[in-house]
């Protein structure tokens, strides 16, 4: 018999898409979401990962509120698509309240397009285990500082505590509704607002794969793996299909 403490970790899956950014750091002229990649939108290559895992039971897209129309004509039949708000804040707000159907929640950035179904995968099943709140990390390869004001350093974190942080992150719906409900600003990622609610985050082995496509450096890194990653020789198209992932896997946990 199920514990009714794990009640929200059986059920559906429903994984947010804030796409609602303009881009600014990345400076296409649009959307950044709607930038392509091999000829598809990073909107679509992330939408078409997540359903790649075979985890996720609906997904909700957050998408500029002008594009909404547009979007619901290209996006797989069952893909909802709603506007978003100012903030990436805002953006995962209004998904939570078109997902009232979530048992768990997954929040994923459309900007990490070549996120592997496989990372997606292990996040659920985190959840499954039940777990009500997860991060995929990756550690830090650079030395970071705090700065004040004047950009004059205040101090050195010890690196080998400190993660670099991507999605998707997973959660309890209950947990993020909760923590959604008390936030009072905005937060630079989702598992934040559970943190300042005292709730427990657990990590996981991120993947470099799931960077965030922010700068322009960061597209060309992305086109030039599709273009000329070892997995365009795999019979697959798709270059998250990689079979060298556990390469990619094991460098996420490494602390060099
Ligand atoms: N108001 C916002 C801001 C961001 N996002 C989404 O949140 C994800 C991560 O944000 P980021 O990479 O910072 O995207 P942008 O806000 O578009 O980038 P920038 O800050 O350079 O404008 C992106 O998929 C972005 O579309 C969103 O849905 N709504
Ligand atoms: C949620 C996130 O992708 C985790 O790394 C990140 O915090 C988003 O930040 P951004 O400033 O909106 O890019």
């Given at each position: 018999?199920?514990?009714?403490?794990?009640?929200?970790?059986?059920?559906?899956?429903?994984?947010?898409?804030?796409?609602?950014?303009?881009?600014?750091?990345?400076?296409?002229?649009?959307?950044?979401?709607?930038?392509?990649?091999?000829?598809?939108?990073?909107?679509?290559?992330?939408?078409?990962?997540?359903?790649?895992?075979?985890?996720?039971?609906?997904?909700?897209?957050?998408?500029?509120?002008?594009?909404?129309?547009?979007?619901?004509?290209?996006?797989?039949?069952?893909?909802?698509?709603?506007?978003?708000?100012?903030?990436?804040?805002?953006?995962?707000?209004?998904?939570?309240?078109?997902?009232?159907?979530?048992?768990?929640?997954?929040?994923?950035?459309?900007?990490?397009?070549?996120?592997?179904?496989?990372?997606?995968?292990?996040?659920?099943?985190?959840?499954?285990?039940?777990?009500?709140?997860?991060?995929?990390?990756?550690?830090?390869a650079d030395t970071?500082?705090?700065?004040?004001?004047?950009?004059?350093?205040?101090?050195?974190?010890?690196?080998?505590?400190?993660?670099?942080?991507?999605?998707?992150?997973?959660?309890?719906?209950?947990?993020?509704?909760?923590?959604?409900?008390?936030?009072?600003?905005?937060?630079?990622?989702?598992?934040?607002?559970?943190?300042?609610?005292?709730?427990?985050?657990?990590?996981?082995?991120?993947?470099?794969?799931?960077?965030?496509?922010?700068?322009?450096?960061?597209?060309?890194?992305?086109r030039a793996l599709?273009?000329?990653?070892?997995?365009?020789?795999?019979?697959?198209?798709?270059?998250?299909?990689?079979?060298?992932?556990?390469?990619?896997?094991?460098?996420?946990?490494?602390?060099?």
């Amino acid at each position: 018999m199920t514990d009714p403490a794990d009640v929200d970790h059986v059920g559906r899956v429903v994984a947010l898409v804030p796409a609602a950014g303009q881009g600014v750091r990345l400076g296409a002229g649009i959307p950044k979401a709607f930038v392509t990649l091999r000829g598809e939108t990073l909107l679509r290559l992330s939408v078409d990962g997540l359903l790649a895992s075979g985890v996720v039971d609906r997904v909700v897209v957050i998408v500029p509120a002008d594009r909404v129309a547009e979007v619901r004509t290209e996006l797989p039949d069952g893909v909802d698509v709603v506007a978003g708000g100012a903030e990436r804040t805002d953006s995962v707000r209004a998904g939570l309240a078109a997902a009232p159907d979530a048992d768990l929640l997954l929040v994923h950035d459309a900007a990490r397009a070549l996120t592997p179904p496989d990372l997606v995968a292990r996040v659920v099943a985190e959840l499954r285990a039940g777990t009500d709140a997860v991060v995929p990390v990756l550690p830090v390869a650079d030395t970071i500082k705090t700065v004040d004001a004047h950009g004059v350093v205040t101090g050195t974190p010890e690196r080998a505590e400190l993660r670099a942080v991507q999605t998707p992150q997973g959660f309890s719906a209950s947990v993020l509704r909760r923590a959604y409900a008390a936030a009072e600003s905005v937060a630079t990622d989702d598992a934040g607002l559970v943190e300042r609610l005292g709730g427990r985050v657990r990590t996981i082995p991120g993947d470099p794969l799931a960077f965030k496509i922010t700068t322009a450096i960061d597209l060309a890194l992305a086109r030039a793996l599709c273009d000329e990653g070892p997995w365009t020789s795999a019979p697959a198209a798709d270059p998250r299909a990689s079979t060298d992932l556990a390469t990619s896997t094991d460098l996420a946990t490494s602390t060099d």
